[in-house]
T-cell receptor
Framework: QQQVKQSPQSLIVQKGGISIINCAYE??????FPWYQQFPGKGPALLIA?????SEKKEGRFTISFNKSAKQFSLHIMDSQPGDSATYFC????????????FGTGTRLQVTL | DVKVTQSSRYLVKRTGEKVFLECVQD?????MFWYRQDPGLGLRLIYF???????EKGDIPEGYSVSREKKERFSLILESASTNQTSMYLC????????????FGPGTRLTVL
């Protein structure tokens, strides 16, 4: 049962372009939506996160856009760089679940020169 | 810096063997998690623990068991390894509370022949 659907599975973007990864969720109890970034040979690491009381959160070149009514959220990477090449996972959780995360299936991003 | 270490980066075992994967965290975190990561399936939770000697099943516990005798150590056990358990296994820990961040180890690539 896939509670968080992520797309696309893979993405190739030119250096300087905008990378966009989309996620959709089903469980309306979810109240925290983090994104994790994973480089080859490493474990995932928290990149940025949002709560549903705001529609957008920006940290440097990374922005989360959140649409509560549509139950969708997306990660935008502005001015994408080769160093951003990694696998990105969206996730969701809700208060009282002992921090259990439900992850999307991941997006492999490649930023070309 | 939070450090989560896993006992092996690569492991090759035979079908039917008993396999132990060890995870240690050094930040006095309450919660610990075991995931498996497979292409196209993302990260799937096997088991988690929110306290010493406490454990809860995740989404795919079949064929696995866990042990948490000390707060810093969380072990994943494959009682009788099978080829469909060939995968990347990731351990994570978190402090707890809301919101919470999971910190991942580098993973163990297990191959069952």
């Amino acid at each position: 049962q896939q509670q968080v659907k992520q797309s696309p599975q893979s993405l190739i973007v030119q250096k300087g372009g905008i990378s966009i990864i989309n996620c959709a969720y089903e469980n309306t109890a979810f109240d925290y939506f983090p994104w994790y970034q994973q480089f080859p040979g490493k474990g995932p690491a928290l990149l940025i996160a949002i709560r549903p009381d705001v529609s957008e959160k920006k940290e440097g070149r990374f922005t989360i856009s959140f649409n509560k009514s549509a139950k969708q959220f997306s990660l935008h990477i502005m001015d994408s760089q080769p160093g951003d090449s990694a696998t990105y996972f969206c996730a969701a959780t809700y208060t009282g679940t002992a921090s259990k995360l439900t992850f999307g299936t991941g997006t492999r991003l490649q930023v070309t020169l | 810096d939070v450090k989560v270490t896993q006992s092996s980066r690569y492991l090759v075992k035979r079908t039917g063997e008993k396999v132990f994967l060890e995870c240690v965290q050094d930040m006095d975190h309450e919660n610990m998690f075991w995931y498996r990561q497979d292409p196209g399936l993302g990260l799937r939770l096997i088991y988690f623990s929110y306290d010493v000697k406490m454990k809860e099943k995740g989404d795919i516990p079949e064929g696995y068991s866990v042990s948490r005798e000390k707060k810093e150590r969380f072990s994943l056990i494959l009682e009788s390894a099978s080829t469909n358990q060939t995968s990347m296994y990731l351990c994570a820990s978190s402090f707890g509370g809301t919101p919470d961040t999971q910190y991942f180890g580098p993973g163990t690539r297990l191959t069952v022949l």
